[in-house]
T-cell receptor
Framework: DTGVSQNPRHKITKRGQNVTFRCDPI?????LYWYRQTLGQGPEFLTY????????KSRLLSDRFSAERPKGSFSTLEIQRTEQGDSAMYLC????????????????FGPGTRLTVL | TQLLEQSPQFLSIQEGENLTVYCNSS?????LQWYRQEPGEGPVLLVT?????EVKKLKRLTFQFGDARKDSSLHITAAQPGDTGLYLC?????????????FGTGTLLAVQP
């Protein structure tokens, strides 16, 4: 399977605990994105990597959240001191940079990690 | 703030009916993508449109990008129960330095057999 994979698929944790999610993008893709989706809403952008460089972070990404992509391949998203409001589906997507004049971005999503904070 | 508004939010129809979902914004997008999402899964890319006025067809699905690149529509002909799901439009801001997707609010479609 050459699609985007995410682990774990489900995570239940108690408030105050730390959690870490992993994303493995499509192998040749150099761009990686994290989004968060709550029930009944479209996904919201969290952060974006090009290779190992984190180029943008949303204001949604509080200081309890940190993301890394150490070797420009897989990425991890860590949430420290989880709160009930962190309960959501965390989605990872990847894309391939295309050197064409127009901005063109086709992102492929993984199955997501469903986080429930009790 | 760039927003994409989708309408309708919910749609329940009988198998064989036609439907159209709309995605509107006051902002210009350099490209726009349509995804379908099933419960507990990630969005699956259906199509990308990049040129104003562009029309793309995928079997029974027809996608259109507005001339001004501010809006888009998805038309499904002869809907089938397998078309059931959450349909999301998502755009890349024109002229922006980022490649993040701005998602619409979603249209939940239920096709009854």
């Amino acid at each position: 399977d050459t699609g985007v994979s995410q682990n774990p698929r489900h995570k239940i944790t108690k408030r105050g605990q730390n959690v870490t999610f992993r994303c493995d993008p499509i192998s040749e893709h150099n761009r990686l994105y994290w989004y968060r989706q709550t029930l009944g809403q479209g996904p919201e952008f969290l952060t974006y990597f090009q290779n190992e460089a984190q180029l943008e972070k949303s204001r949604l990404l509080s200081d309890r959240f940190s993301a890394e992509r150490p070797k420009g391949s897989f990425s991890t998203l860590e949430i420290q001191r989880t709160e009930q409001g962190d309960s959501a589906m965390y989605l990872c997507a990847s894309s391939l940079r295309r050197d064409i004049p127009t901005s063109y971005n086709e992102q492929f999503f993984g199955p997501g990690t469903r986080l429930t904070v009790l | 703030t760039q927003l994409l508004e989708q309408s309708p939010q919910f749609l329940s129809i009988q198998e064989g009916e036609n439907l159209t979902v709309y995605c509107n914004s006051s902002s210009v997008f350099s490209s726009l993508q349509w995804y379908r999402q099933e419960p507990g899964e990630g969005p699956v890319l259906l199509v990308t449109v990049v040129t104003g006025g562009e029309v793309k067809k995928l079997k029974r699905l027809t996608f259109q990008f507005g001339d001004a690149r501010k809006d888009s529509s998805l038309h499904i002909t002869a809907a089938q129960p397998g078309d059931t799901g959450l349909y999301l439009c998502a755009g890349v801001a024109y002229g922006g330095a980022t490649n993040k997707l701005i998602f619409g609010t979603g249209t939940l479609l239920a096709v009854q057999p």
